[in-house]
């Protein structure tokens, strides 16, 4: 998935007219709710496709990282009096840190160790999320303060469409030339050979590291947008249940594939808001479309039906 | 030590059904490197079939026969329908079919049964009886046994049977037990039966003291893989000593520090081993060649 300046323009221009056309196609409140919620996960999902699709390792527990930015911003203003676009900017930092804690002797394994660890990383943030009541608030959920930059209170769903599809595009912005970089040229050539690669003196692990990182500070983003834009927020954010639904994402938009990221937020978010109609079938009725989409589009939405065109082009 | 010896049993209680859970991770992934994070549902279904048969008025013995059967096809039916048409596809992919197995598993059994917590009577009964000052209930004598026997009985299977033999050559190498004529297809299925019925056992095995509900899987998969990690994945005997350390390090836990944290133990002990010891407690170095 090399991505040259081409390839660059064709997602950012894609993503900007999808983000345009919403607000003209589905102009109500409700609808510029969802979408500023498919932008927040699809910031998420974005990371992990960097990590999934460059570094080739999974986090299972990615909603850990979620439940950390979302809990930074909500208790920053709480306990410590910050504000709280700076208590998110720490949420960051703490999320980066773990994840370069964690990450540093794991990468070095092969397999998905990772996968293994980051599952249990995901859990334990869920137990303290539930756990220190006193603090967190527990299992209740916590508020959180209205944002405010400047004197302006930022409120309304438009506004959040608008801020949410801004940080999308340059957190995807920043994926492109993730991909682009040294770091990134390093980790495809690992694709092709982790062996070639390692010889031609290729520091695998470091790349790895640096991916991991990245996706884990963008999982906190994520986490404290929707703290502040949602207002509230329950442990149920670091869930191990979350994880899954980012995998899935991930995975069915196309692994590895930056517009596959957001087309499989889209679904994932947009799909149980549907599904709430058969309420009682909803678990059922997800599980279901995630087996069936592994196993008749295992390449994924985008990459599948990129594949598509360009067959119908050979032909 | 009246305290210890109680731990020690709570512990070796919940230990037990975390080795039959990473018993069944680990026959699956030794067939097939699949890592089956349905494997909790299996647990839940032998519970829950027990105690809705039971209820209708099946006498228990016939109960728990019916959620073996259940758990058996609802296992194969994972392997015909989920894992055989995914075959070829990534780890990861296939993590995430398992995954979407047990969320579905999940739903259809809130649907058929309900939401609330349930059990049946202890098999023979709930009057704990005295060991050195602790107080042991019966059933807990009936998980440990009841384990023992299944890990006995696979022991049997794989060393004595020509099956069973297959089994393990399929394990050590997929392609060269092909080529001696090994149905590695049939191998895979028979594999996902045993884990569902070790899984199934054990459920029915631990309702009575911890009861059961359509949710309870998920945990337990997440337990039982991390017992078998820690023991060192795809080794049998790694899988057992897995969960009852595990087992017995919630219950100490539990006792001495924390019960808020108890679940959090497992998870705990799981990113230290990979910090320590990679391979597992019991799992060998592998060396790669290039």
């Given at each position: 998935m090399a991505s040259g300046t081409r390839t660059k323009l064709l997602v950012l221009g894609s993503l900007l007219l999808v983000s345009l056309l919403v607000p003209l196609l589905f102009p109500s409140p409700f609808h510029l709710r969802v979408a500023a919620l498919v932008w927040i996960n699809a910031v998420a999902a974005l990371g992990l496709a960097l990590l999934m699709g460059l570094a080739g390792q999974v986090s299972l527990g990615h909603a850990g990282f979620l439940g950390i930015g979302a809990y930074a911003t909500a208790l920053g203003p709480k306990h410590?009096?910050?504000?709280p676009l700076a208590s998110m900017g720490l949420g960051l930092v703490a999320a980066g840190l773990l994840a370069f804690l964690v990450g540093r002797p794991i990468l070095r394994l092969k397999g998905h160790y990772l996968a293994v660890a980051t599952l249990g990383l995901g859990i334990l943030v869920h137990l303290v999320l539930v756990s220190e009541v006193p603090i967190t608030g527990g299992p209740d959920g916590i508020q959180v303060p209205r944002l405010e930059l400047l004197g302006w209170r930022v409120a309304g769903p438009a506004t959040w469409y608008g801020i949410t599809g801004i940080v999308l595009l340059l957190a995807a912005w920043l994926a492109l030339n993730l991909e682009d970089s040294s770091t990134g040229r390093a980790l495809r050539a690992l694709h092709d050979s982790e062996v070639a690669a390692s010889v031609v003196g290729v520091d695998v692990a470091r790349h790895k590291l640096v991916v991991f990182v990245i996706a884990a500070v963008y999982a906190a983003l994520a986490g404290g947008l929707f703290a502040l834009f949602n207002r509230f927020v329950t442990p149920d954010v670091a869930g191990f249940l979350r994880s899954i639904e980012l995998v899935t994402m991930v995975v069915i938009g196309g692994m590895g594939s930056i517009l596959g990221a957001v087309v499989g937020a889209a679904l994932l978010t947009v799909l149980p808001q549907a599904l709430t109609l058969f309420h009682e079938y909803e678990h059922a009725v997800l599980g279901l479309l995630i087996i069936l989409f592994m196993v008749f589009l295992r390449q994924g939405i985008v990459p599948g039906i990129a594949g598509l065109l360009t067959r119908r082009r050979a032909a | 030590m009246a305290e210890l010896v109680q731990l020690l049993f709570a512990g070796l209680t919940t230990g037990a059904v975390y080795a039959l859970v990473a018993l069944g991770f680990t026959l699956i992934f030794q067939a097939s490197e699949v890592v089956n994070f349905a494997q909790g549902e299996f647990v839940m279904l032998g519970g829950m079939v027990t105690v809705f048969a039971f209820k209708a008025g099946l006498p228990l013995p016939l109960a728990a026969a019916l959620a073996i059967a259940v758990a058996v096809t609802t296992g194969l039916l994972l392997h015909r329908l989920a894992i055989e048409p995914a075959k070829g596809a990534t780890v990861v992919t296939l993590i995430i079919v398992t995954i979407g197995a047990s969320i579905l598993i999940r739903g259809l059994a809130q649907i058929v049964f309900d939401k609330q917590f349930h059990a049946f009577p202890a098999f023979t009964g709930d009057e704990p009886f005295r060991l050195l000052g602790a107080a042991i209930l019966p059933q807990s004598l009936w998980v440990l046994g009841g384990a023992a026997a299944i890990v006995f009985g696979l022991w049997l299977f794989m060393e004595r049977t020509l099956l069973g033999k297959a089994v393990r050559a399929t394990a050590a190498n997929r392609l060269a037990a092909e080529l001696v004529g090994i149905d590695t297809r049939l191998v895979l299925a028979l594999a996902f039966a045993v884990s569902a019925a070790i899984g199934a056992v054990g459920g029915i095995l631990v309702t009575p003291i911890t009861l059961t509900s359509y949710a309870v899987g998920t945990i337990l998969a997440l337990k039982g893989f991390a017992a078998a990690m820690l023991g060192g994945i795809g080794n049998p005997v790694g899988a057992v000593l897995g969960g009852l350390v595990l087992g017995l390090l919630e219950a100490f836990a539990a006792g001495w520090i924390s019960s808020t944290y108890k679940d959090g133990v497992a998870f705990l002990v799981i990113l230290l081993v990979l910090l320590?010891?990679?391979?597992?407690?019991?799992g060998r170095r592998a060396v790669e060649r290039v």
């Amino acid at each position: 998935m090399a991505s040259g300046t081409r390839t660059k323009l064709l997602v950012l221009g894609s993503l900007l007219l999808v983000s345009l056309l919403v607000p003209l196609l589905f102009p109500s409140p409700f609808h510029l709710r969802v979408a500023a919620l498919v932008w927040i996960n699809a910031v998420a999902a974005l990371g992990l496709a960097l990590l999934m699709g460059l570094a080739g390792q999974v986090s299972l527990g990615h909603a850990g990282f979620l439940g950390i930015g979302a809990y930074a911003t909500a208790l920053g203003p709480k306990h410590l009096g910050l504000d709280p676009l700076a208590s998110m900017g720490l949420g960051l930092v703490a999320a980066g840190l773990l994840a370069f804690l964690v990450g540093r002797p794991i990468l070095r394994l092969k397999g998905h160790y990772l996968a293994v660890a980051t599952l249990g990383l995901g859990i334990l943030v869920h137990l303290v999320l539930v756990s220190e009541v006193p603090i967190t608030g527990g299992p209740d959920g916590i508020q959180v303060p209205r944002l405010e930059l400047l004197g302006w209170r930022v409120a309304g769903p438009a506004t959040w469409y608008g801020i949410t599809g801004i940080v999308l595009l340059l957190a995807a912005w920043l994926a492109l030339n993730l991909e682009d970089s040294s770091t990134g040229r390093a980790l495809r050539a690992l694709h092709d050979s982790e062996v070639a690669a390692s010889v031609v003196g290729v520091d695998v692990a470091r790349h790895k590291l640096v991916v991991f990182v990245i996706a884990a500070v963008y999982a906190a983003l994520a986490g404290g947008l929707f703290a502040l834009f949602n207002r509230f927020v329950t442990p149920d954010v670091a869930g191990f249940l979350r994880s899954i639904e980012l995998v899935t994402m991930v995975v069915i938009g196309g692994m590895g594939s930056i517009l596959g990221a957001v087309v499989g937020a889209a679904l994932l978010t947009v799909l149980p808001q549907a599904l709430t109609l058969f309420h009682e079938y909803e678990h059922a009725v997800l599980g279901l479309l995630i087996i069936l989409f592994m196993v008749f589009l295992r390449q994924g939405i985008v990459p599948g039906i990129a594949g598509l065109l360009t067959r119908r082009r050979a032909a | 030590m009246a305290e210890l010896v109680q731990l020690l049993f709570a512990g070796l209680t919940t230990g037990a059904v975390y080795a039959l859970v990473a018993l069944g991770f680990t026959l699956i992934f030794q067939a097939s490197e699949v890592v089956n994070f349905a494997q909790g549902e299996f647990v839940m279904l032998g519970g829950m079939v027990t105690v809705f048969a039971f209820k209708a008025g099946l006498p228990l013995p016939l109960a728990a026969a019916l959620a073996i059967a259940v758990a058996v096809t609802t296992g194969l039916l994972l392997h015909r329908l989920a894992i055989e048409p995914a075959k070829g596809a990534t780890v990861v992919t296939l993590i995430i079919v398992t995954i979407g197995a047990s969320i579905l598993i999940r739903g259809l059994a809130q649907i058929v049964f309900d939401k609330q917590f349930h059990a049946f009577p202890a098999f023979t009964g709930d009057e704990p009886f005295r060991l050195l000052g602790a107080a042991i209930l019966p059933q807990s004598l009936w998980v440990l046994g009841g384990a023992a026997a299944i890990v006995f009985g696979l022991w049997l299977f794989m060393e004595r049977t020509l099956l069973g033999k297959a089994v393990r050559a399929t394990a050590a190498n997929r392609l060269a037990a092909e080529l001696v004529g090994i149905d590695t297809r049939l191998v895979l299925a028979l594999a996902f039966a045993v884990s569902a019925a070790i899984g199934a056992v054990g459920g029915i095995l631990v309702t009575p003291i911890t009861l059961t509900s359509y949710a309870v899987g998920t945990i337990l998969a997440l337990k039982g893989f991390a017992a078998a990690m820690l023991g060192g994945i795809g080794n049998p005997v790694g899988a057992v000593l897995g969960g009852l350390v595990l087992g017995l390090l919630e219950a100490f836990a539990a006792g001495w520090i924390s019960s808020t944290y108890k679940d959090g133990v497992a998870f705990l002990v799981i990113l230290l081993v990979l910090l320590a010891m990679p391979q597992g407690l019991l799992g060998r170095r592998a060396v790669e060649r290039v």
